[in-house]
C-alpha cells in the first residue's frame, strides 16, 4: 500500500482503524441523539412513541432503535421544525425543491458549514487537488449546495476557486483554457456536455491544464465516466450528497474508482430492506440511509434517502477506512431526475387529474439528446378530453404543458396520443420509460 | 334540424384511418360525408354516417376516442357564389364558422356542405329565414 500516491487530506480519521472509529461514531451519535430528543419535537414524539429514550442509545449498533425520517417530515416542518438550534445560531440556509414546489431547507450553524467545509475538502483533496489546482465551480450557486459546497471546499484546501455557476459553455471553455483550469466541478452530464463542445470547437486538448473532475447530483453510469474522461483526458470522480444530510461531500471517489468514501465520521451510513425497514450487512443491496452525528442546525436521524446501493467496509488501496457505496444503483420509489430537477410520476399524474377530472393513462419518456434531457409526457385522450376542433385540443395541451411547467419546474414536451397507446401493466403501472444510458 | 357528426381523435399513426374505416366496413356502416382537421401529431375525424349510434359504439368498444356534434347541413347553390351567399348570411348575422366541409355525394343542382357554427340555434334561424335549404338527419341518410 503506498498511500503517498493518494492524497488525503484527513488522514487521522480518514485512515482510522475501524473499531476505534465506531466508537467515536458511538459517542458521537449519543449526543446528537440526546441533542435531537431535548430540541426537535418531532424526533421526542416518535422516539416517545417508540419507547426509546436517549439513554437507550450507547452505541452504533443502537441505531436501528430510532426512528426514521423522510422527505415529507422536512416538507410538513418547514421552515425551521427540524432545527435543533435556535434561529440566531443559525448562519446559512440551503435549500432543494421539494415535489410540490415548495423548497426544502436545511439549516446550518458556522460549525456545521465548518463540518460541510472539511468534507468538500476531503473531496477535493481525493481527486488529487491541492492549493496549486484551480478549481472551477460549474454548479450552480444559490440554495442548491452544490455550488458553495464546491466553493468552500476549494478555499479550505487553498485552491484558486473559479465561480463560474452553470450554464454558458462557450464561457466555460475560454476560461478553462485561459486560466489553466485543473480541477471541474459540475454534474456528469454537463461534463459530457462540455467535453463534446470542445471536440466540436476543434480545440486540442492540449490547450488545457485538466486533471480531474469531482461530478455529482445526479446518477451516471461507467460508460459516461469513460466518455468523460476521454473527452476531457481526466479522472472522472463520482460524489454524492444531498442537502439533507449537508450537500455534496457526503461521499467521494478517491482515484482507485472502486466506490465512494463515505465521511461517516459525520455521516453514519446504513442499508435497509425498503420494505421491511430492517437493517441488511455490509454487501447487501438495500436503501441508503444517513444519520448525522455531528452537525447542530438540523441533525437529520436515520434520514432515508430512497436511493438503492450496497456498502463495503474492505480498506481501500488509497488507505483509507473509510466505507465505501456503490455508484447508486436505482431508487426505491419512482423519482427521476432530469436537467437536475426531481421529478416524481406522481406529480404528473396529480396535473392531469386537475385538468381532465379523472386520471388519463401517461407515459413519461426521458431521452437525452444532446447536452439536456428531454422529458416528453404522452397523455391518453379520454372522452372528457376530446374536443371537437384542433383549437379545443391544442388549448388543452397548452393548458397541460403550463401546469406541468409550475408544478414540477421543468418544461416538458406534451403528446396527445390514442387511447391503449400508453403499455398496460397488472399491478403497479410503470409510468417511466427512461432511455438515457445512464 | 341539426345532424349528427362524429368526430374521432387519430393519433397520426400509420394505419389509424385504415383500421378505422375497416372497423365502419365489417360492421356495414357507410361514411356519407368526411373530413380530417390535422396537426402533426394528431387529426380529428368528422363523419357523418349512415348508422351514427351504431358507428359510435363500435368505434368506441374498438378503443377509439368518439364524441357527437350536433352540425347543420345546408344545400348550397352548386355555382360560383353559392357558398359566397350563405356565409354572407352568417357573418351579417354575427355567427361565425368554426369548421365547414362538404359531402361525398351530392343532389344534382346543390352541393352539401356541412357546417359547425360558433352559434348553432341562431344560426339555424337565420339561414331558414332566408330560405337557405337544409336537410335533416333522414333527409340526409337517404341520399
Not at chain 2, 362538404?102 to 339561414?127: N, P
Request: charged fraction near 25%; glycine fraction near 8%.
Amino acid at each position: 500500500m503506498n498511500s503517498r500516491e493518494f492524497k488525503i487530506w484527513d488522514p487521522e480519521m480518514e485512515c482510522m482503524d475501524r473499531e476505534q472509529r465506531r466508537a467515536l461514531q458511538g459517542e458521537r451519535l449519543k449526543a446528537t441523539v440526546k441533542r435531537v430528543y431535548e430540541n426537535v419535537p418531532m424526533y421526542r414524539d416518535r422516539m416517545k412513541a417508540k419507547g426509546v429514550e436517549p439513554g437507550d442509545i450507547r452505541t452504533v449498533d443502537d441505531l436501528k432503535k430510532l426512528p426514521f425520517t423522510d422527505k415529507p417530515d422536512l416538507r410538513d416542518q418547514f421552515p425551521y421544525g427540524l432545527f435543533a438550534e435556535p434561529l440566531e445560531k443559525i448562519v446559512r440556509v440551503q435549500g432543494s425543491s421539494g415535489t410540490t414546489g415548495m423548497p426544502i431547507i436545511a439549516g446550518y450553524t458556522q460549525r456545521d458549514i465548518d463540518i460541510w467545509t472539511e468534507a468538500m475538502a476531503r473531496t477535493m483533496t481525493a481527486a488529487g487537488a491541492d492549493s496549486k489546482d484551480i478549481i472551477q465551480v460549474a454548479y450552480g450557486y444559490g440554495l442548491f449546495t452544490g455550488g458553495l459546497g464546491a466553493h468552500q471546499g476549494a478555499g479550505r484546501i487553498g485552491a484558486m476557486a473559479v465561480p463560474m455557476s452553470s450554464g454558458n459553455t462557450t464561457r466555460q471553455i475560454n476560461m478553462m483554457r485561459a486560466l489553466g483550469t485543473t480541477v471541474l466541478c459540475c454534474t456528469p452530464s454537463y461534463a459530457l456536455h462540455v467535453g463534446e463542445t470542445i471536440r466540436e470547437m476543434g480545440i486540442p486538448l492540449s490547450e488545457f491544464r485538466l486533471k480531474a473532475g469531482a461530478f455529482g447530483a445526479e446518477p451516471w453510469s461507467d460508460n459516461i465516466r469513460v466518455r468523460i474522461e476521454e473527452l476531457l483526458g481526466i479522472d472522472a470522480l463520482d460524489i454524492y450528497g444531498l442537502t439533507e444530510i449537508t450537500g455534496p461531500g457526503v461521499s467521494f471517489e478517491c482515484l482507485m474508482k472502486h466506490g465512494m468514501h463515505v465521511n461517516e465520521d459525520h455521516f453514519i451510513p446504513e442499508i435497509i430492506d425498503p420494505d421491511t425497514l430492517e437493517p441488511l450487512p455490509y454487501g447487501e443491496r438495500g436503501e441508503l440511509v444517513f444519520s448525522t452525528i455531528t452537525k447542530e442546525g438540523m441533525p437529520m436521524l436515520r434520514y432515508r434517502t430512497h436511493d438503492l446501493c450496497r456498502l463495503h467496509a474492505e480498506p481501500c488501496e488509497c488507505g483509507r477506512t473509510l466505507v465505501r457505496m456503490d455508484r447508486i444503483l436505482g431508487r426505491t420509489d419512482d423519482m427521476l431526475i432530469i436537467r437536475g430537477v426531481n421529478v416524481f410520476p406522481s406529480q404528473v399524474e396529480t396535473v392531469l387529474t386537475s385538468i381532465s377530472g379523472a386520471t388519463p393513462h401517461f407515459l413519461m419518456v426521458v431521452e437525452r439528446a444532446g447536452s439536456a434531457d428531454q422529458l416528453e409526457i404522452q397523455v391518453e385522450v379520454t372522452e372528457e378530453m376530446f374536443g371537437d376542433t384542433v383549437g379545443v385540443m391544442q388549448h388543452l395541451q397548452k393548458k397541460i404543458s403550463e401546469n406541468m411547467k409550475s408544478t414540477l419546474g421543468l418544461t416538458a414536451a406534451i403528446k396527445l396520443v390514442a387511447p391503449k397507446t400508453v403499455p398496460r401493466f397488472e399491478g403497479k403501472a410503470r409510468r417511466v420509460i427512461d432511455n438515457r444510458k445512464l | 334540424m341539426y345532424v349528427k357528426q362524429v368526430s374521432v381523435f387519430l393519433e397520426n399513426k400509420k394505419g389509424s384511418l385504415t383500421d378505422l374505416t375497416k372497423i365502419l366496413s365489417d360492421n356495414r356502416i357507410d361514411l356519407i360525408a368526411l373530413s380530417i382537421a390535422d396537426t402533426e401529431q394528431y387529426g380529428i375525424l368528422r363523419c357523418i354516417m349512415t348508422d351514427t349510434d351504431k358507428g359510435a359504439k363500435v368505434l368506441k368498444d374498438a378503443g377509439y376516442v368518439v364524441r357527437l356534434t350536433d352540425v347543420l347541413a345546408v344545400c348550397v347553390p352548386d355555382h360560383p357564389g353559392g357558398l359566397n351567399q350563405v356565409l354572407q348570411l352568417l357573418t351579417a348575422n354575427g355567427i361565425s364558422v368554426e369548421y365547414v366541409y362538404s359531402f361525398v355525394r351530392s343532389t344534382g343542382s346543390h352541393a352539401l356542405v356541412i357546417f359547425h357554427l360558433s352559434e348553432l340555434e341562431r344560426g339555424l334561424k337565420v339561414l331558414t329565414e332566408n330560405h337557405v335549404k337544409l336537410l335533416d338527419n333522414d333527409q340526409v341518410r337517404s341520399l
